[in-house]
């Protein structure tokens, strides 16, 4: 079988490329190619793997040769983060509007129906003054997106639902809850500083946390968003149930609790780098996010949300470790 | 004030021009000029209008020269309708969705912030298997559209909402219930037939319902769509609350509700002339649909629903016998 990964140079991407190719299987089948398509190079590790090719460049001007390429299974993640989207409207259009609705029609004038996973994300929820907010989003909630990123995801969720309905894709969308912790640097996410306030310290350096420790919100680690994403894939229809998007399970911590665990993992030394900051900007955008979740649905399909705080901060320990970063990027620890 | 109505030479459309012009004012301002955009020509009283302008083509080629026209209000009302949606998805992404997207961007790239009353539909509502499906529908319930209709409207809903957040429009949205009773032809909708099984015996023609007597329905008629697409027009932003989609009022009822009132009105004879003869299609169709609606934030508005269906019919005989088509409409009185 024969997978196209688009945004397969970013973090996820190739994370979910090298969970399948360590595999080697996806729904039982042997995996024969891997097609990563990023505006960026991708990894040396996978640009090297002798299953993997690759494209470099806008999704928008691929979407005909990556269909024709005929891949059964596509994860389609290419995004413009919501930073970058609030800073750049056209952007925004371009990378998370139009480029999946180019790769939705490809599929169609192709007459090639793959299985197709879009990640969509937990950004769709917001409170607006007409609607009853919640606080805390399960399946069945309103998405009222309070950001052009939020609302480029929900529109796509919806394509991705009557593109299936209609026969031209199999089609699934699973919201994605924020993902901690992410390596490398800050990115134009508002929600960035949630893998600051851990990856930083850890490397010995400040953190600054811009909201108070008193905010909540839904996180998942990154290996329990890719195993999401592939058992979103692996789903029978029936299984998935509906059309429409499926809320990935998030383990809901607040602020203070994931600084507790940053402690009991590394010590009160490096919990001790984080400092508070109030930066109103982007506290008025994570006032405007759930403060939880939960996800019946995912459930169903035997998706739990990662029991503990701690062992996300230790799957990222592992994660650098294993990526032979453990002298720079885990400094910090001192041990 | 200038005023742009797309789809102005519709049946909505055109009686919103008349009601408009009728009145003379808009949110207390006089108006001075009325632009019609259409399809199709506009009707001839419209177009012999001192204050009407009108353009007749494709929306998505005269937006811009639409937008330098610089009007105050928009009513956006172009649509193809459900069956042609679904027969033609094509037409459906052109009309409804590409068309809404380019007139935004024209408003967006002209800085010019008008006041847009976006025309969504019930139709953004349905069962998913994924999702409660409460039936009767409200301003919260999870819309999970069943035809690309529904989900351009609703894809339409979302982008007017960030357009008015990022202060290129101030834009609103409102859900329009099922609108009966219709003139003329039976249209490319599946609810056609619910303006069809009171027009065509109050006419003297038989009328075939396809679906059972039991199945129910938010309707409305034409009279309190124009009405709620004005007061959602001259609603203070605070007064609408929030960004996303308004419902208006529907009145809730069955087939037989509706002939129970025909007959009342019109008598036994007249409701004899409507047969039951079951059309899988749209039985299946409709079966999809909402059973009944609420419309909190449009009560708070002050709108409400018709209070019964006998006012309904009455409407549309007034407005037959008003359009001098007394003999030839409504021969099936037969008084």
Redesign the interface.
Known sequence: MKILITGGGGFLGARLARTLLAGGQLDGQDIDAVMLADQQAVPSDLQAHALVQSVTGPLLSQVDDLVAWQPDAVFHLASAVSGECEAD?DLGLRSNLDSTRALLDAF?HAGHKARFVFSSSVAVYGP?????WPGVIG????????T?YG?HK??CE??V??YT??GYIDGRSARLMTVTVRPGRPNGAASSFFSGIIREPLAGEVAICPVAANVSHPVASPGKTIEGLIKVYEASREA?????A?NLPGLNVTVAQMLDALEAVAGPAVRALVKFERNAQIADIVANWSQGATAE?AAQLGLMPDPDFQTIIRQYMADCQQAGLSATALKGLGT
């Open positions: 409207f169609r607006d003054a007409g609607h009853h399946d069945d909630t309103l998405p009222t997106p309070q052009s609302t929900l529109i919806h394509l639902a009557d309905r209609k998935y149930r509906g059309r429409t499926m649905r």
